[in-house]
């Protein structure tokens, strides 16, 4: 089993599904990788050898922000907008959507579940 940036990558999946496993890479930034070193996307993993898998590990160490390092990037920007207070700051904080989306009927995630309205009070029975 391939060990890349504390990951552990699938083993019978191709190497280009298998590097999205990692947080940060999706399919057209593995394809990248792969192409810099001149893999072929269709090879399992458990297929790779030593090499292959330590030169996968070096692009990754140098040319890219992956895994906690890319959490908390993210993390300190979001923090950041909430602290200035802007539009996008205040829609996180209180845990709305913030890209336009509508709220009326949707964003049930962030507004939480349905509040029941009591109904009308019965008549008595006679």
């Given at each position: 089993?391939?060990?890349?940036?504390?990951?552990?990558?699938?083993?019978?999946?191709?190497?280009?599904?298998?590097?999205t496993?990692?947080?940060?890479?999706g399919i057209?930034?593995?394809?990248?990788?792969?192409?810099?070193i001149?893999?072929?996307?269709n090879?399992k993993v458990?297929?790779?050898?030593?090499?292959?898998?330590?030169?996968?590990?070096?692009?990754?160490?140098?040319?890219?922000?992956?895994?906690?390092d890319?959490r908390?990037?993210e993390?300190?920007n979001?923090?950041r907008?909430?602290?200035?207070s802007?539009?996008?700051?205040?829609r996180h904080?209180?845990?709305l959507?913030l890209?336009?989306?509508?709220?009326r009927?949707?964003?049930?995630?962030?507004r939480?579940?349905k509040?029941?309205?009591?109904?009308?009070?019965k008549?008595?029975?006679?």
């Open positions: 089993m391939a060990r890349i940036e504390g990951v552990d990558l699938p083993k019978n999946k191709r190497i280009e599904i298998g590097l496993y990692i947080y940060g890479i057209s930034r593995a394809q990248e990788i792969l192409n810099k001149n893999l072929n996307y090879i458990k297929d790779l050898n030593d090499e292959q898998i330590i030169s996968i590990r070096n692009i990754l160490s140098t040319d890219y922000e992956l895994e906690g890319l908390r990037i993390s300190i979001i923090k907008l909430m602290e200035i802007c539009y996008r700051g205040r904080r209180s845990n959507p890209r336009g989306q509508r709220t009927t949707n964003a049930r995630t962030g939480g579940t509040k029941t309205i009591a109904g009308k009070k008549a008595p029975k006679k």
